[in-house]
């Protein structure tokens, strides 16, 4: 099983419509997590942290479900520039040389005229 | 918000040949820098973290004896591609995190690599 799961897609959806994609994770000790996003060709750059009470970023909103190690994040009103890969990534460690983040596969959105 | 940054951004080079790649933190220290491939279409994939002033963790699958990384300042890390083969065309990405910081990972620009 990998460490980090997620749905690779890819979902196609409307525009203005509203997509959730979740991620799950498998060690608890798990300290932070990060949603992603990345274009075609380019870096991964940072979405927005999550955390565990849940935030919101404008459309966004992640959420934190550690008793069932997943977390989760809501566009609304999705845009077209919503089109890219989002990356779970999880941050297992402590703030030392030995930490270690770990990606999952992305999800590819592609929102639709 | 803190800068990594790869040096070069596309290299085309010869089979055989090596080719080194940089990641800089402009602004923080970066005790820990990690190092990914992505092929086209697939994920990232994690091949290295890089520990300043010591050798570099490798995962599993990836060759340390061709992938050479050296981490010798807080600030610098480098990706070297000996021999290269065609098979090792792929966009490398590096990451970097400050020390003592709980806050997300930065990323370089990324590398396009063709061998020819």
């Known amino acids: 099983r990998k460490e980090v799961e997620q749905d690779p897609g890819p979902f196609n959806v409307p525009e203005g419509a509203t997509v959730a994609f979740n991620c799950t994770y498998s060690n608890s000790a798990s300290q932070s997590f990060f949603w992603y996003r990345q274009d075609c060709r380019k870096e991964p750059k940072l979405l927005m942290s999550?955390?565990?009470s849940g935030n919101e970023d404008g459309r966004f909103t992640a959420q934190l479900n550690r008793a069932s190690q997943y977390i989760s994040l809501l566009i609304r009103d999705s845009k077209l520039s919503d089109s890219a890969t989002y990356l779970c990534?999880?941050?297992?460690?402590?703030?030392?040389?030995?930490?270690?983040?770990?990606f999952g596969g992305g999800t590819r959105l592609m929102v639709k005229p | 918000g803190a800068v990594v940054s790869q040096h070069p951004s596309r290299v085309i080079c010869k089979s055989g040949t090596s080719v080194k790649i940089e990641c800089r933190s402009l602004?923080?220290?970066?005790?820990?820098m990690f190092w990914y491939r992505q092929f086209p279409k697939q994920s990232l994939m994690l091949m290295a973290t890089s520990n300043e002033g010591s050798k570099a963790t490798y995962e599993q699958g990836v060759e340390k004896d061709k992938f050479l990384i050296n981490h010798a300042s807080l600030t610098l890390s480098t990706l070297t591609v000996t021999s290269a083969h065609p098979e090792d065309s792929s966009f490398y990405i590096c990451?970097?995190?400050?020390?003592?910081?709980?806050?997300?990972?930065?990323f370089g620009q990324g590398t396009r690599l063709t061998v020819v």
């Open positions: 999550v955390y565990s």
């Open positions: 990534v999880v941050w297992v460690g402590n703030n030392n040389a030995g930490n270690m983040l770990t």
């Open positions: 990451s970097a995190r400050e020390w003592g910081s709980y806050t997300e990972a930065f």
């Open positions: 602004d923080f220290q970066a005790t820990t």
